[in-house]
């Protein structure tokens, strides 16, 4: 499965998990920790957890392995590492706090605050 096929996996599995305003930026040019970060919101603890365990099983299904998942016992924020791809599943006050969109949309531009 190629980036652009796992990226579209990924966002048909986050939305059919009820995930809320999802979005994809990418920031291959300046980072090496990833080339693409999905960001996306669920509503309680038990819904970042459920979304982040059902987006891991359906990519273990379809042959995905190599994944690293953090975050999934507290379930405020679950960080998703598929190597290219990372998933950050959070909560809206923790989303709202750490401002991840607006960070790496400043990566992804090559901004330096």
């Known amino acids: 499965m190629n980036k652009l096929e796992l990226i579209n996996t990924c966002t048909k599995i ?12 990418d920031v291959s040019n300046n980072s090496s920790l990833a080339d693409n970060m999905l960001i996306c919101t669920g509503t309680s603890n ?3 957890s459920a979304i ?20 999934e016992q507290v379930g405020q924020w679950v960080i998703v590492d598929l190597g290219d ?12 706090r750490y401002e991840l969109d607006e ?11």
């Open 14 to 25: 986050l939305d059919d998990s009820k995930a809320r305003d999802l979005v994809n930026i």
């Open 85 to 96: 791809i990372m998933v950050h599943i959070m909560q809206d006050e923790i989303r709202t």
């Open 52 to 71: 982040a365990n059902r987006l891991v099983d359906n990519l273990y299904k379809l042959g995905i392995k190599q994944i690293k998942v953090s975050g």
């Open 103 to 113: 960070l790496y949309r400043c990566i992804a531009a090559g901004v330096e605050e």
């Open 46 to 48: 038990r819904h970042v």
